[in-house]
């Protein structure tokens, strides 16, 4: 049975960092690529992020680059974001899930795109 576990959302003054992780089991992690995605109240689910197998090609919203970063540790089956200078606008349910293929594509931020998803862990950002 597939899990996907979020941890590391919290409450955050704007401008301040926190570092979401994914653990997942029960899938050969490093053959699907890895994607976060958050969804605000009265908004549709966007993808935040996307990385492939080997770490080694990444992809982000317009509107976090230059302020989050996502990576993987294969060994460790673990996604992790970290995500800095935080705006009361990222304030969201952030969840991470393991894509249907090994890379990510140029639809890398639609749902379909991914097979297992985590509960999600909750990001609140004040002004």
């Known amino acids: 049975q597939v899990q996907v576990v979020e941890s590391g959302g919290g409450l955050v003054q704007a401008g301040g960092s926190l570092r979401l992780s994914c653990t997942a089991s029960?899938?050969?992690?490093?053959?699907?690529?890895m994607g976060w995605f958050r969804q605000a109240p009265g908004k549709e689910r966007e993808g935040v992020s996307c990385?492939?197998?080997?770490?080694?090609?990444?992809y982000y919203a317009d509107s976090v680059k230059g302020r989050f970063a996502i990576s993987r540790d294969n060994a460790k089956n673990t996604l992790y974001l970290q995500m800095n200078d935080l705006k009361p606008e990222d304030t969201a349910m952030y969840s991470c899930a393991a894509g249907r293929y090994a890379y990510c594509t140029g639809s890398w931020s639609s749902v379909w795109m991914y097979n297992y998803w985590g509960q999600g862990t909750q990001v609140t950002v004040s002004s």
């Open positions: 990385i492939n197998i080997s770490g080694g090609a990444t």
């Open positions: 029960g899938l050969t992690f490093d053959d699907y690529a």
